[in-house]
């Protein structure tokens, strides 16, 4: 009977496979136990009541540091595992730049030869997730269950320039965050203080808003500064609107003490290398001890992205208000347009009645705006070229848009600012910190500022933030220049700013074309206006003053590919090249398809890698429109409301700060929803709409379930 014959053969090698494979575990040393994993004495009583007790002590928040956590030769070998076979992709958003592996959560995925290399690193990955060691936690943090199913970890570089700004990690069932830092353990290479890279906690203060509720809103600066060290943990509960964090910046070292000796200074920035294994530990999941069902969406919605668009935004400096250009006719802004003539009266009427019918600058307008703006931009011819261009793009760049003269003092105001260590008390710190953080000043227009004519003592910031930029002139040149009616053009508002190295961002934010923050002084009747179902876009222009060098990028070898893996040796062994951020950028929500990495699993595009709208048109995401700082330059933009914006963290290697002042005017009658205005004047109009938060905590951003791809020889 053939059949029975070869189910017989199949039986036996069957068994002989098993009898090899007992034959192999026979042979092989027993797995280590668990405890003999982490440092002798952790799961002692003493030890876990002294970790409990430091814990519940902790300010600003609770947090634990336990300075060595893992056997040292087991961390020394997963160090030299990961060095030698793991590959890393460059990752930067508006919240973070690092440098980050795969999953470690699916290294059991692996093919059995690729997990012969990482036998440590997946040793220490079931020691994270033990029993012992989750019960540890729970009972140090007081924090309940923690899953042993779902892990969630990664691996971080951070070289110098790498950062990753203000968070609170709260996304979905994450219950614990930690950090276990794997930087160097060798003599005379340990992580100094001065490098940076240290994690840093903010404070909060409890806060009533109008209603009545109770929130928590982030002090601009951190209270607690917890360096690297190899094998220590950090760790903290993950709470709402109180967890809030951030990755100091890792600093390139200064250029003055190596000098010419360009070797010294590249094997200074390779000894910076901040590695750690960061993740998460979870709520229990569905047939876990200590599983509570409905909790897991319980707490999606107390997530970050609905405390950034929630109760706490009335907290939020700048605050965003709007002026009417039609009331500064009654603040005497008239008296600037004519100069006491006739003819400047009759302007005068024309600009109070909002009846733009010229399409061209009389001469007592451009008698006011010679005084600011360099007469090639106010040139019929040029206004023409300007106004085809933006209709094509949508934007504008425009280089030397100052006049010279008055360029030239507004220069030197910068530069005699920029050497004061402490800032003048005119200009306010942006807060929170998990939005932004600049410096500010808002437009305050006046009578008596607006009469003064230019001279060599003219506060020259204080004339282009509230006399120029509000003025009706201006907004009828900018209407010109962007092939706008002037009656298109409802209202502003104008901020100059100061971002400061080593300290200053704006995160990425959207508007609601709908409306919430106050526009002062609009029209009576308004609320009458027709509407339509199209939302309105609005007009931003950035008058970029930053007076330093340094800030256009080399261009990159024709080979190069950001999202190209590398090593943690790799990463710092090319001459590094200094990014000092700063860039404004215009970001597509729209998710595109294309993206993929070599060595990660994806599903669709990755947020964490910019695209360049030109590279694939198709899929209408990535970058729409980017500049760089520089001095006496004037960007323009038609921003539709899911367009984002942001302002890349300025590194502390920038030879300078960047100054600008930004304008935003709302836009009406292109054919969009008109807004609905109170009878008392007021508007309202939400601002600072924040894009959804990723898993952004150094960046770890994998989908949960997906498979590790690959490693490196």
Known sequence: MPGIKRKLSIENVNGQVEAINAKKRALSPPAPSIESRFKSGLFSPPTIQHYTKAYASSQPYHHGVIPSLISSDLLRNVRSEITTHLSFTPKETDIYKIHQSGDLANLSGLDSSSLLKLPSLLSLRDALYSPQFRDFLSHVTGCGALSGQKTDMAINVYTPGSYLLCHDDVIGSRRVSYILYLTDPDEGREWQTEWGGALRLYPTKEKTTKSGDKTQVPSPDFSVSIPPSFGQLSFFEVRPGESFHDVEEVYYPDSQIWGEDTKQWEDDVKKRTRMAISGWFHIPQKGEEGYEEGLEQKLKEMSSLNQLEGRADEFDEPKNIFTSYEILQSRGSRSVVGNG?????????????????????TEPELDFLLQYLSPSYLAPDMI??????????????????LKPEFASLLKSHIETEEKHKTSDPSWVTAAPPHKHRYLFQSSTPSTSSNTKRVSSKTDPLDAL?????????????????TSLSPSNLISHNTIARRFRRGLDYALASSYDPEGTNPIIGTRAGAEAEGETEEPQPRLEFTLSLTPSPGWEPPDPPASSNPSTPTTPATATSAAPRIEPGGTTIYLSTTPSSSSSHPQLPTTGSDPAIYQSRGDNDDDGGGILFASTPAWNRMSIVLRDAGVLRFVKFVSRAAQGDVWDVLGEVRVEGLGGEESERDEDGEEEEEDEGEEEEEDEDEGNGEEDGEEWQGIDD
């Open 341 to 361: 003539t006739s003819e400047g009266k009759d302007k005068e009427n024309m600009v109070e009645n909002g009846d733009y019918q010229n399409d061209i600058l």
């Open 384 to 401: 023409e070229q300007l106004a085809t261009s933006f209709s094509e793009n949508s934007f504008l760049q425009l280089e030397q848009v």
């Open 465 to 481: 933030l509230n006399t120029l930029l509000p003025s009706p002139l201006f907004r009828k040149w900018l209407a010109l220049a």
